[in-house]
């Protein structure tokens, strides 16, 4: 006998997490991170925007080399001289920055601004700027092959199930691999 097609409102879950396009990069990291879930919809008021997944935030922060502070000095290379006395109160990171001027922002200077852009990139920066705007939705009745082949064909891992506009759960590809091992499928 035959199996009706399993439609997606029994895979979905009805419990998303949603982001904000204003929360910052940080901010969606540790939503993401503590809800254990890998994407979320960005919402703005009750409408759905986009979506942000972990890849878009690590391609945010693989092409983004921080913004430098500028250095209050550039040290001048001249000829070499006689090698010059240790003194007690230089620091090694003072010594090893004045070697090199291409360093970026002055190690002593970032550490007295631990709160400074070098250091957190992702606080700096929000949701909005790294979500995807194309979103992807199907209807609760959708069957879940249909939803495989959305996916697979989008090239995303997770689909917004929506019904007359509104967002009422998510599938994800983890929902689909679950239904095949417990045989719903």
Not at 18 to 36: K, Q
Not at 73 to 100: F, V
Request: charged fraction near 25%; avoid cysteine.
């Amino acid at each position: 006998m035959k199996r009706p097609p399993l439609e997606v409102r029994e895979l979905l879950s009805p419990d998303v997490v949603t982001l904000s396009p204003e929360d910052t990069l940080r901010d969606a990291i540790e939503v993401l991170t503590n809800r254990r879930v890998s994407g979320a919809p960005v919402l703005a008021g009750n409408r759905v925007v986009g979506v942000v997944s972990a890849t878009d935030i690590l391609d945010f922060e693989a092409s983004n080399p921080g913004v430098p502070a500028e250095r209050v000095d550039q040290m001048e290379w001249g000829e070499p001289g006689a090698p010059s006395e240790w003194e007690e109160a230089d620091s090694p990171a003072a010594y090893y920055t004045e070697m090199w001027s291409d360093a970026g922002a002055d190690v002593l200077q970032r550490f007295q601004n631990p709160q400074g852009p070098e250091w957190d990139v992702l606080g700096e920066h929000t949701v909005s700027e790294v979500m995807t705007q194309s979103l992807q939705t199907l209807e609760p009745e959708a069957d879940v092959h249909e939803a495989a082949a959305a996916m697979l064909a989008a090239g995303v891992h997770r689909l917004l199930v929506t019904q007359g506009g509104r967002l009422v759960g998510i599938l994800t590809m983890t929902d689909i691999v679950r239904a095949v091992a417990e045989r719903r499928l």
